[in-house]
């Protein structure tokens, strides 16, 4: 099965449906007041969970994801219908950020777990929500808000209860085949496994443990060398790393230099990574050449204070040994409680919206201003009503004297949202 750890999709959520302009015509009920309904809210794009996908391969051939808009508003005070929801299933294990930001909108971690990622707008009020003691018969509704959209960064970090990391070729995948089920390809180059690989070591009657078989880590990984940074991003979430060194150093390596610079590289891309329990696994002592290099790497465990394991993961020497020990270890470790666990929305309504006017290269007005583009977005400027309204709360804004003070002149155009038009004094 192909893995794809990251991928890169587009979301729209649903526009909110019009409101009504409509007055009441009854047969017997002269001179009916407005009675238009409010537009359906529109779909939410929400990201959900599912344990039956296991990658972001689908995301290879998807990428845009649009939520429905809410339904119209109606004659006798109808509400439009809201819009279904755009639900998208992703593994467990996967990291949401805004694409342009780079802010973690989600970190879902747990089956089941839902994020809205982008909200659907609200409906438009129909005209019978205008109506009021000074304001009788009022003739317009609104247009529904649009919903929100944004690019999304999707990156999937494996779930395991044990990393296993080691220079290329030290064992790794042959060591995750000999403890489970997993079958990853094995061969004497370097970079044999080119993506993690998981396998449920089980320990007898409901007792089990994953580990995953990682790409092999070499010095200057922090810097993105080799496999690098796809490496590192994948052992974040283990609760116990066995490093795995090649006592006999086939290729002509150092182990207990090799266990130094990986920890150097564990170090310098998360001190928090780095703390993780270690045990030290001295794989391949089948051969002869692993007698000379034992008593250094017993000597390095006892300097470091970590556990040390001789192992044969072609002759299984010694497996069902380090099994025990790393289920029995796995208990004792307190598991860390996640720190981002919730989605962090953008929010069209918040407090913080200043109003910011630019120039573009026409010598043009921009004018900036979330709570205000929405108002745009929602007016219908075909109607004289609605066009007052968005006069007083242009005023309300202080936005003439904001442009005055910006040098605007008589018939400049201004651009707000999707509006242009010409400012006249």
Known sequence: MQFIDRGKIFVRAGDGGNGKSSFR?????????????DGGKGGDVVLEVDENVNTLLNFRFNRRFTADKGGAGDVKKQFGRGGQDCVIKVPLGTLVKDADSGEILADLTRLGQRAIVAKGGRGGRGNAKFKSSSRRAPTFAEFGEPGESRELLLELKLLADVGL?????????????????????????????????????????????????????????????????????????????????DAASVDGRNPVDDFKKINVELKRYSEK???????????KIDLPQAEENLPALEKLAAQEKIPFFKISAVSHENLDALKNFVGQRLEEIVP??????????????????????????????????????????????????????????????????????????EGTSVHIGGLEFEWHE
């Open 25 to 37: 015509r009854e047969k017997f009920v002269p001179k009916g007041g407005p009675d238009g309904g």
């Open 336 to 409: 860390e409680v996640e720190s981002v666990d919730a989605v962090k929305i953008f929010d069209m309504d918040k407090e913080d919206d200043p109003v910011i006017i630019e120039r573009n290269d026409a010598a043009e007005f921009i004018v900036r201003n979330k709570n205000l583009e929405k108002i745009v977005a929602m007016t219908n400027f075909d109607d004289a009503e609605g066009l007052r309204r968005f006069q007083f709360i242009w005023r309300m804004k202080n936005l003439d004297a904001l442009l005055k003070d910006r040098g605007i002149k």
């Open 165 to 245: 990391v080691g220079y290329p070729s030290v064992g790794k995948s042959s060591l995750i085949a000999a403890v489970s089920s997993a079958r990853p390809e094995i061969a004497d180059y370097h970079f044999t496994t080119l993506v993690p690989v998981l396998g449920v070591v089980s320990l007898g009657y409901e007792k089990s443990f994953v580990m995953a078989d990682i790409p092999g880590l070499i010095e200057g990984a922090a810097d993105g060398v080799g496999l690098g940074y796809d490496f590192l991003r994948h052992i974040e979430r283990t609760k116990l790393i066995l490093h795995i060194v």
């Open 273 to 283: 990574l780095s703390a993780r329990p270690q045990i030290l696994v001295a794989n």
